[in-house]
């Protein structure tokens, strides 16, 4: 199969998980791969990352992997037959709890976009649309809403695919 990366973007609980998971199944082979970014940190998130788990099944392999997504896109790309990285959103969080700067985030950034060019196998990346609310009250919300935005743009611009998810329905935006 051609190589494929997808980005499914939108708010919360839009359904981007699920409809990304629906895609990844729909890839024949059974070496899929499940990049989580999440650091949970309270219960409701732990409760949230073993739904996700059981949602998945068997047939997945979860990698947790909050900060180093493109070193672990090219190193399992190429005995995968899809990759899903969920979530952009949390892992931009994660680089700016790490105290890394917007030219070291822009950096990794730039690793992620090559990582999913090199890749051997279908990516399937989901973030969370988070520019089209309140503009946050405190500069810390603010930059992390910009760099959200700034990471959107440049996997959307990259992504041979783009869904954007509302209400549940999946919307191509990009194909």
């Keep these: 199969m051609k190589k494929k990366i ?6 919360c609980r839009s359904g981007k998980s699920s409809h990304a998971l629906g895609l ?3 890839i024949p082979g059974n070496r899929k791969i499940f990049i989580a970014t999440s650091v949970p940190t309270d219960p409701e998130m732990e409760n949230r990352v073993t739904r ?11 990698v947790e992997e ?8 090219d190193r399992l790309s190429n005995s ?26 822009e950096l990794s950034l730039q ?13 399937i990346v989901v973030s969370n ?5 309140i503009v946050p009250e405190n500069a810390l919300a603010r930059q992390f809403r910009d760099m ?20 549940g329905i999946p919307v191509k935006i990009k194909s």
């Design 24 to 26: 990844a199944d729909a």
């Design 52 to 62: 996700h788990r059981q949602e998945r099944g068997d047939l997945w392999t979860t």
């Design 129 to 133: 649309e988070v520019g089209t609310g």
């Design 80 to 105: 995968s037959d899809v990759i899903l990285v969920d979530c952009l959103t949390l892992w931009t969080s994660n680089l700016m709890f790490n105290n890394l700067e917007q030219p070291a985030i």
């Design 148 to 167: 959200a935005g700034f990471v959107n743009q440049q996997i959307a611009a990259v992504a041979h695919g783009v869904v954007w998810m509302v209400a």
């Design 66 to 73: 909050p900060l180093e997504i493109a070193d672990t896109i």
């Design 111 to 123: 690793r992620l976009a090559s990582s999913l060019d090199r890749s051997h196998c279908p990516v």
């Design 6 to 11: 997808t980005l499914v973007i939108g708010g």
